[in-house]
């Protein structure tokens, strides 16, 4: 799909309308929406969606398993989990494949902002309008209009009405 060499989009990949690329990405079996820009050294691997209108900046891995909904900030570094207790070997000694083991989910909902150098455990939702401070490591759900911070992050205050 990408004539930049130093872009790699498998041609199952499901692009929105005006998506724009920095340079060396790698997107495989995944969805991006419309009007999403995708910052450089960027990896979104298959059954990972993305939704319209957000921001993934560089050096950001996606794994499967994660669906991040529209108008979602993804700041530099931003780390995602999908299994809880990863192991390199299967039980007779052997690599693990794909059947050794079970993609656990993580959903990020609309207006979200993660913070640049944050890990975001499997098994959780950040939700909407939720910001989670640079560096935070997310172990459990944070609720919507929250901000969270820290390790493990915990939430220290709502976001104010504007309305």
Same mark, same amino acid.
Not at 27 to 48: H, M, P, R, W
Not at 83 to 109: I, N
């Given at each position: 799909m990408?004539?930049?060499?130093f872009?790699?989009?498998?041609p199952d990949?499901?692009?929105?309308?005006?998506?724009?690329?920095?340079?060396?990405?790698?997107l495989?079996? *995944?969805? /991006?929406?419309?009007? @999403?820009? +995708?910052?450089?050294? &960027?990896? $979104?691997?298959?059954n990972?969606? !993305?939704g319209? =209108? *957000?921001? /993934?900046?560089?050096? @950001?891995? +996606?794994?499967?398993? &994660?669906t $991040?909904?529209d108008?979602?900030? !993804?700041?530099? =570094?931003?780390?995602?989990?999908?299994? @809880?207790?990863?192991?390199?070997?299967?039980?007779?000694?052997?690599l693990?494949?794909?059947?050794?083991?079970?993609?656990e989910y993580?959903r990020?909902?609309?207006?979200?902002?993660?913070?640049?150098?944050?890990?975001?455990?499997?098994?959780?939702?950040?939700?909407?309008?939720a910001?989670?401070g640079?560096?935070?490591?997310?172990?459990?759900?944070?609720?919507?209009?929250?901000?969270?911070?820290?390790?493990?992050?915990?939430?220290?205050r709502?976001?104010e009405?504007?309305?």
């Amino acid at each position: 799909m990408s004539e930049n060499p130093f872009v790699v989009i498998a041609p199952d990949v499901k692009l929105g309308k005006n998506v724009r690329f920095s340079k060396f990405i790698n997107l495989y079996g *995944c969805s /991006i929406g419309d009007n @999403t820009k +995708i910052g450089a050294f &960027v990896e $979104i691997q298959k059954n990972a969606h !993305v939704g319209a =209108n *957000c921001k /993934i900046s560089s050096h @950001t891995f +996606i794994c499967e398993g &994660v669906t $991040i909904e529209d108008d979602v900030f !993804v700041g530099h =570094n931003v780390a995602f989990i999908n299994d @809880t207790y990863p192991r390199a070997t299967a039980e007779g000694g052997a690599l693990q494949t794909e059947a050794d083991w079970k993609v656990e989910y993580t959903r990020v909902k609309r207006g979200a902002s993660i913070g640049s150098g944050s890990t975001i455990l499997a098994n959780l939702s950040i939700g909407e309008n939720a910001i989670i401070g640079a560096g935070s490591v997310v172990t459990k759900d944070v609720p919507a209009n929250a901000i969270a911070a820290g390790n493990p992050a915990r939430v220290l205050r709502r976001i104010e009405d504007k309305g």
